[in-house]
């Protein structure tokens, strides 16, 4: 039996709707601007670049369903996204097959200090400072794709505090799931327990303590987030 210097780190879960059982969660991949019009207000042309991704920690996930605003900043955006959970995976995934190591979805947030990821941008350093913070990727519960169907169309919208910020449609990520999956595999051993964050619709901004975010995705559900 192996004995730790240390006590180990609990295993990060997700729950599943209408079950006691959980998700553990292995990796976090980001896909960065994966929405023309996203790409757009950001200032980047979106047809004019390959599929990129940063990561999140494990650690960084977070269903409190409460959103502590972080020290260090004082612009912090909130960015909706789809999650998809992988229940298996591999290396150099065909596209024809990517889909079949999808377990199920979920509602998550891309918090993002965008001041201090403004400011690594600027020097050409990573983004973790504005990234991968605690409690940065707020999540719902998920939903097996055996309910949903996979998803490929559908409403994606977030309100703060009643008013509509961002409102957009799965079906305007420029890079799909399956294509997501069999890039990510080219690069990584991707696995069971991977999560992908699938990139945000226009209309991202900042957030303030006291804020209330109202976050839905057709056919998968809600998540209410409070800024404390």
Same mark, same amino acid.
Not at 27 to 50: F, L, Q, S, V, W
Not at 104 to 111: H, P, S, V
Not at 190 to 202: E, N
């Given at each position: ?83 998809? /959970?992988?229940? &298996?995976?591999?290396? #150099? @995934? ?11 979805? %979920?509602? *998550? ?72 999956? /069999?890039?990510? &595999?080219?690069?990584? #051993? @991707? ?11 226009? %209309?991202? *901004? ?23």
């Amino acid at each position: 039996m192996t004995k730790f210097v240390i006590d180990p780190a609990p295993q990060v879960c997700l729950p599943i709707r209408g079950s006691n059982e959980s998700f553990p969660v292995r990796r976090i991949y980001c896909i960065g601007r994966n929405y023309a019009d996203h790409a757009i207000e950001m200032g980047h042309d979106p047809n004019k670049e390959p599929p990129f991704f940063f990561q999140k920690n494990a650690q960084n996930v977070d269903t409190s369903g409460t959103f502590p605003y972080p020290p260090q900043t004082s612009d912090v955006h909130h960015e909706m996204e789809l999650v998809v /959970a992988l229940k &298996s995976g591999g290396a #150099d @995934i065909s596209l024809e097959n990517a889909l079949e190591h999808v377990y199920g979805y %979920g509602l *998550g947030l891309d918090m993002t200090r965008r001041d201090l990821q403004g400011e690594a941008k600027k020097l050409g350093r990573p983004w973790e400072v504005g990234k991968s913070f605690e409690k940065s990727a707020p999540m719902s519960e998920l939903v097996p794709a055996s309910e949903t169907g996979h998803l490929d169309q559908g409403r994606i919208c977030l309100k703060v505090n009643g008013e509509i910020k961002q409102d957009g449609d799965l079906n305007q990520m420029i890079w799909k799931v399956p294509e997501m999956i /069999a890039y990510l &595999s080219r690069f990584y #051993d @991707i696995a069971g327990g991977d999560l992908i964050m699938s990139g945000t619709p226009a %209309g991202v *901004g900042p957030i303030q303590r006291g804020d209330k975010m109202e976050c839905e995705i057709e056919n998968l559900g809600t998540m209410t987030i409070e800024v404390i």
